[in-house]
Each structure stands twice: as structure tokens, then as C-alpha cells.
């Protein structure tokens, strides 16, 4: 392969020998794929009746409620999400210590603890008894519908803080020295000049975090919260079909995400350019001060 | 805190096997990931291509849906780990944690070959040229120049990748393995009137996990810092 690092370009012995090779994998490979069908074959998998429900439109609309539901639970944890961050890194910024070390405290909780943790305790400890009939979302599930969204906030929040400080940290220090020269208050610099600009830059990192929180409202599970694992669990006990279900269902999830990855990288495109994008250090590298880009 | 401190044991041994469940998860993952890393950038097209396919496959799908597979629909077609049956001291190590092994490891492996690729492309491509200028020949270009550097600038994500699995052990405890948030579960349902106090004491025993793994992969960092 020329351009590679790794490898020297190849000459004809080597190519010749990448052909064998190329011959044998994809032997190899189809050799698994079909293994796999036989073997579903073998067990039924593909008997009409398995797959039934989901030429049904009643189990259809369900699938697509699920669906609604599930990018509902994402998109108003993101929208939580992105305001506590917003105020949280902001509050890091801050050149009061009294300011910056509890936001700091803050966001090193959230970030270092299982968000299934969080769900769990806010549904047991609270929102287990909650029954209401809120939009679409059935009566018996707004609890868990409740705690995905409050754990979902507070997780991608303390990330998306650290999103918005790096944001901030990487818009030319100039503009900052620029405002303040022309006489403009902290508030000012911020609100005004840092957050527009750093909002731009931070636009595609915001929406790949939709795609983390989008495949953890999968965790709601555990609450019972509605959304698509929720439809599939049901299917799964009332048909038994439960190859056919998670396939589907997980390949729903996966069309989901990757459509969001195209939107990210589409907005990336226009609003950053060919400049790299902003990496968001994880738990543990968040100390060492802004990722340089 | 009575609820935390009467059961202090079982708190330990949930710990116990969230531990176990990181370190076999992490070797395995480790392993998995090195494998499909190599056939990603290695010069088979086929083979990179199918290693992508899976990779993208695998880190869109949601952990749960991996779990549910393994959990749900695997023992239909013939998957399951029933064989598995290792008692150490007081831990059980049955079908209940291999399962999690094998949909932890499977999904985190992914994660840990883009890590790893992400760090083969962090070499510059002068690199490798200028170690052939000076007449090394493939191998002396690979262990001296190219991998040191691509395995150093891949601490960083790999620690990222590790640290995200270790706090995806959690999702084990949904699928009836004992560990650390099956624990909290039970506590929260049967103490609710000190549920500050349970959710702050497991929210300190997993920091101080993920702590601990950042710590020692700081000072890999450190100590294999290009200098």
C-alpha cells in the first residue's frame, strides 16, 4: 500500500504474494458469514413467523414510537446537557477560585462515574413511583423516561464543560486582548467575542456526544425507561424471536448513529474546515490543562 | 450509612468482581483490538475492509444491544457459556461473567483499535522514509522508528478507551452479575431513606478505580514521552 507508514511499496513478488493472501481472507471470510447463515438456518432463524411482527404496521408504529422516543430521551439530555455545560465551563473559566474549584469538583464527579449509576439511583430513589401521562410517553415508564434524561444530563454535562473550556481555550488569544483593549468588561469578552467563536468550533464535538448519549438512552433498560430496547424487550417476550429482534433493533440504533456521525462530519465541513477537530480529553487527562490544537 | 458499613462485605466483594470483571475485559480487549488493528492497516484490502466494517458496525451498537445478543438471542443459535463454572475464594465465575467478558470485550475492542490507529497514523510518514534512507531495513524501521512512536502517542486514547470500559462494567450488573452496581441496585431498593449516602460511597469506590488507572497511565505517558 504506497503512503503507508508501516509498509514499503510492494513489488511484484509481494504483490503477487498479497493476492494469495487476498485469495485466502476473503475465502476465510465468507467462509464465517456463511457459517453464520447456516447456523441460524440450522436453528429457524429465518422462519416467517420470526420475523412476522415486523411486517405488522401495529408493531411497526410501536418500532417508530420507540424510535421517537429514543432520539426524545437524546436530544433533550443534549439540550440539558449543553446548558449545564455551558454554565459549568464557563464557571471553570472563572478567575474566582470560589467559582472554579466547585465547578471543577462538579465536573470530576459526573465524569468519573457510570452513568448507569446515576439512572439506577435516580430511579430507585426517586422517580420509581412517578406515574404520569406526559406526550407520547406511557404512564408507567415516565419515571424511567425522567431518570435516563436527568442521568443523561449530568454526565454529558460535566463532558460537554470540559467541551466548552478547550472551545473557549482554543479561540485565538488575540481576539480576548483585542475586546479587552477596546474596553470591554469579562462578561463582555465572554458573551460577546469567546462564546460565539468557540461555539462554532465546539458544533461537531456537541453532536458526537449525541451520539454517545443516543446509545446510552439504551441504558434505560435497567429503569425501565421506554425507547427502542424497551419495544425490543417486549417483542422478545411476547413472540420469542429473539435473534430477529435484537438484529433489527440494533440495526435501527446503528442507521441512527451513523446518520448523526454524517451530520457531525457534514457540519465540521462547513463550520471548522479542514482544521482538526477538537478532541475532548477523558477522565484523568482533564488536569493537564487545555488540548492544544 | 448503616447500609454501606452492615454490608461493608458484600459492597468489597461487588467491587470484587467489577475489578475482575475490568482486568479480564481489559487483556482480552487488548488482544481483540491488536488483532483487528493489524488488519486494519495492514496491506490485505480485503481484510482492512472487513476489519472497518466490523469495527463501525460494533462502536454504533449500543452496549445493552451487545449484551442483549449475547444474553438473549446467543443460547438460541447455540452461543451460550454454561461450561463455565470457576469458583475462586468467594467469587463465582459462571455464565453470568462470561457473558459480560465477551460483550464487554468484543465492544471495547473496537474502540481500542481506533485508539491504536490513531496512533500508527500520529507517525509522520518522513519517518519511515528517512529509516529506509539511512538503509535500515523493514524490521529495524518497525522496532526502531515506527512502532515505539505509534505505541507512545496511543497511551493517551488507550487509557480514554479503558477508563470508558471499566465504568462499562456497570451494565453487567443489569445482565445478573453481582458486581458493583447490582449491589447498589439492591441497596437503593432496600434502604431509600439513606440514598445519598449509597450513591456517594459507590460513586467514590468506582472514582477511585478510574483514578488509579488514569494514575498509572499518566506515569506510562510520562515515562514514554517523545522527547
Known sequence: MAGSVLFDAPGPVTRARHRVYTLVASVAILAVIAFAVWRLQADGQFEYDLWEVFFTPDYLSAILEGVLITVSMAVFAVIGAVLMGLVLGVAKLSDHPVIRWPAWAVVEFFRAMPVLLLMTFFFFAYFISVEREVLFIPEESWGGFLSVIVALTLYNGAVLAEVFRAGVNAVPKGQAEAAYAIGMRKTQVMTTILLPQAIKIMLPAIISQMVVALKDTSLGYAVAAPGLTYIGNQIMLEFRNHVPTVLVIATIYVILNLVLTWLATLVQKRLVGEKKPLEVPMVGEANTGGTPL | ?227
Open chain 2, 1 to 227: 450509612m448503616e447500609a454501606i458499613f452492615d454490608n461493608f462485605d458484600a459492597v468489597l466483594k461487588g467491587f470484587g468482581y467489577t475489578l475482575f470483571l475490568f482486568l479480564v475485559c481489559a487483556v482480552v480487549s487488548l488482544v481483540l483490538g491488536t488483532i483487528l488493528v493489524a488488519m486494519r492497516v495492514g496491506p490485505i484490502a480485503v481484510l482492512s475492509r472487513a476489519a472497518a466494517v466490523y469495527v463501525t458496525l460494533v462502536r454504533n451498537t449500543p452496549l445493552v444491544m451487545v449484551f442483549f445478543f449475547f444474553h438473549f438471542a446467543g443460547p438460541k443459535i447455540g452461543i451460550n457459556f454454561n461450561w463455565v463454572d470457576v469458583h475462586v475464594g468467594g467469587f463465582d465465575f459462571t455464565s453470568a461473567f462470561s457473558t459480560a467478558v465477551v460483550a464487554l470485550s468484543l465492544y471495547t475492542s473496537t474502540f481500542v483499535c481506533e485508539a491504536l490507529r490513531s496512533g500508527v497514523n500520529s507517525v509522520p510518514l518522513g519517518q519511515a522514509e528517512a529509516a529506509r534512507a539511512i538503509g535500515l531495513p523493514f524490521t529495524g524501521t518497525m522496532t526502531e522508528v515506527v512502532l515505539p512512536q505509534a505505541f507512545r502517542a496511543s497511551v493517551p486514547p488507550l487509557a480514554s478507551t479503558l477508563i470508558a470500559m471499566l465504568k462499562n462494567t456497570s451494565v453487567a450488573g443489569v445482565f445478573y452479575l453481582a458486581e458493583a452496581l447490582a449491589t447498589m441496585r439492591g441497596f437503593t431498593k432496600d434502604y431509600a431513606d439513606q440514598r445519598w449516602g449509597i450513591l456517594i460511597s459507590f460513586a467514590i469506590g468506582y472514582i477511585i478505580l478510574v483514578e488509579v488507572v488514569s494514575l498509572i497511565a499518566h506515569r506510562m505517558e510520562r515515562r514514554w514521552r517523545i522527547a
